[in-house]
């Protein structure tokens, strides 16, 4: 397979797709763990193949994305993924598993995966040994997981590794970074252990959640090692003062994450993450796009939206009209890259409650920062923030990322290059 790298930056192309809330690990820091352990939570059972192709037709067509996160739950336990992964290959959706690897040690899984037309799998590696157990819930799951990235690196097919940075995970950053290098991950993504959903109901706690200061020294040690070995390493949801100059390249709050080419665009993340597109039951609503009125739609009630549109097809199909035609406009006259960013910046301050601190007043990148999550602050506050002032204040997201080189595989080279 060719691999090539860039720092070019552009609005990526990728949509994400939840099947539904089950799941074969019991991990504390998942953004779903009630639905999942929830059996009657209207998200927790799988949807139909019919109505997940819907929605990745809606994707390719509508949205045009180019290729498609896939997630449950657990996708590789969904008793149509197989069939799911062609479909999104035929309309040229070029599908990702996000998976706990859990069955990809059988032998003839990542083939199967392979012949389908898979590209590649993400593959959630919270720590080694019996602290990954210990985090997702599974005794014997890092054995697990471990053989099925030996298939992988059998097959030599592509991968990359999500690590969560849980308390407990801190100590094992530089081992996870260890075993990417000997498995040959293409990227490594380090995420903050933020509360998303259901996590925003209590589960997290002091004894799960590190410090920023007690992640940096073992994360930077971690992204060194990387770098050296050419493997692309990116940290998500941490404030950008606490990467070394040397990596402020790989950080990547939501005003940054439109331009990781192995990230959600914003305008179909919306839709798909209403709930009439996580469930079981039911058709899904109507799609819109990112401008006037996308917001009200998005925090709308869905199954609302859904039914009035199928008990009045027509007048409710020309508001849907009204509204693309206007977000179209808005988007060419404002440019594309400006409403994503005014997402961003809402989703952090308006839904997910992110805080500055003192030390952000003088800083002179706070404009393309997203602070510190307001649960994060509610545990620990924020004097841990140093303004960053040895460039000059800036509003460009790219400010830092734009020296970072992405991986790019075939299928996006002639957009991403």
Known sequence: MEINKTKRRVLNKRGVVWLGQTCNQRCYFCYFINRIEDHHHPEHAFMSLD??????????????????????????????????????????????????????????????????????????????DEIHDEVVGVPGA????????????????????????SKPAVETITKVAQKAIEYGALAVNYIAFNPFNDQQSGRRCADTVAKYTDIRPVLTEAMDMLEEAGIEVNVRYLPLCFAEERHRKNFYNYQQISYDLHEWDYQSWMWTMMVTQMMREGEVAPPFKLGPGARKLYVANARHLRDAYQQHPYRRGVKYWAQHRVAELTQLMQGKACLYRKEAKERAQQDCNYKYGKACESCHVRDICDGFHGDYVAFFGTEEATPITDVETSKDPCLFIQEQEKVVLPEDQSWAL
Not at 67 to 83: A, F, H, K, M, N
Not at 142 to 165: D, H, S, V, W
């Open 51 to 128: 109505k997940a192709k819907r929605i990745m037709d809606t994707l390719r067509h509508f949205y045009g994305n180019n290729s498609v996160d896939i997630q449950g739950g657990e996708p590789t336990i969904y008793r149509d993924i197989l069939p799911l992964v062609r479909h999104c290959r035929d309309i040229g959706l070029y599908p990702t598993l996000i998976t706990n690897g859990l069955l990809l040690a059988k032998t003839d899984a990542v083939s199967r995966y392979k012949d389908a037309g898979l590209r590649d799998f993400l593959v959630s590696l919270h720590g080694v």
């Open 142 to 165: 890092y054995r697990k997981i471990t053989a099925g990235l030996e298939q992988i690196q059998t097959q030599q097919f592509p991968f990359r590794i999500n690590c969560t940075m």
